[in-house]
């Protein structure tokens, strides 16, 4: 929405830290009239930061201000009770070195600042080698760990900042030492409270040995219980996956795909456009043939 604030907005050029005022925190107008505090210059005492913030919103109120950000960093986190009772902040989200406070100015008005991420995104990868045998592995421990003699692809979660394909590459890379390069995309799962709540995209991709790089695998013991290059048919045949589900879709495309007769979607990276900095990521692009 074009009349919320964002905590992560990103212009041309940053916009000038207004300092503190008198009691009145020092802070950064985004683009969308809302105000980002500066982490910086926090008071140093709890008794001022409590002066300060609450000068702060009755100011920022009265010129119309409708969204404030508050990032406490971990060094601070004294202050994170007092911004939730004294300053009628609420939590937003929290990095391993900050946590992310929030509040709404307008009582009149629906909160439209835009809530913490709704997905996290993992990926599979699909790779055979030159005898037409599939990488699977077991895991050591999490959810596939509780069914005996379960071989799966390889799977894992993407990082922020981090393409979809480059993290299939480092995902298996981790797992089993295997160099390989992206292909395309074979399949694309949208789940529902997966972890915490949250929403999950799962991409399935199809990748390839890098030439040259063999096929010997060094297991990485701290997740897996094995590793292996098997037989498409354990793969297919797999007890484990119910009829139907997108499991079975998605192992369905995997076959298709060994049989030649699915490409999958291909990758590329784009600018960002609207005039903004740093690249746009990937897009799935048109099927292979």
Not at 95 to 119: F, G, I, K
Not at 189 to 196: D, L, P, S, T, V
């Amino acid at each position: 929405s074009s009349s919320s604030s964002s905590s992560n907005s990103s212009t041309s050029a940053p916009a000038p830290v207004v300092e503190m005022e008198g009691t009145t925190l020092g802070h950064v107008v985004d683009r969308y009239g809302g105000v980002i505090i500066d982490h910086l210059t926090l008071p140093p005492t709890v008794e001022e930061f409590n002066a300060a913030v609450t000068a702060s919103i009755a100011s920022w109120i009265a010129s119309g201000v409708r969204g404030v950000w508050l990032r406490v960093p971990t060094e601070r986190a004294e202050l994170v009770g007092h911004a939730v009772h004294v300053g009628g902040f609420g939590f937003h989200h929290a990095e391993p070195n900050y946590v992310m406070l929030t509040r709404w100015l307008p009582q009149d008005e629906e909160n439209l600042l835009p809530a913490n991420a709704s997905h996290q995104v993992g990926i599979g990868a699909f790779i055979q080698n030159a005898a037409g045998e599939v990488l699977l592995v077991q895991e050591r421990r999490g959810p596939a760990a509780r069914f005996p003699n379960m071989w799966k692809l390889p799977t894992g979660l993407v990082n922020q900042g981090e393409d979809v394909p480059d993290a299939a590459v480092r995902e298996v890379f981790e797992e089993t030492g295997v160099r390989t390069e992206f292909v395309s995309i074979l399949g694309i799962r949208h789940g529902h409270n997966i972890a915490f709540g949250k929403s999950d995209m799962f991409f399935l991709c199809a990748l390839r040995i890098v030439p040259g790089a063999g096929e010997a695998i060094t297991m990485q013991e701290q997740e897996l219980a094995a590793a292996d290059w098997r037989p498409l048919d354990d793969f297919v045949g797999n007890p484990h996956i119910t009829p139907g589900t997108y499991m079975d879709h998605m192992n369905g495309l995997c076959v298709e795909y060994a049989k030649g007769g699915y490409g999958g979607m291909g990758w590329q990276r784009l600018p960002m456009g609207f005039d903004r900095p740093g690249g746009g990521g990937g897009l799935p692009k048109q099927p292979h043939t």
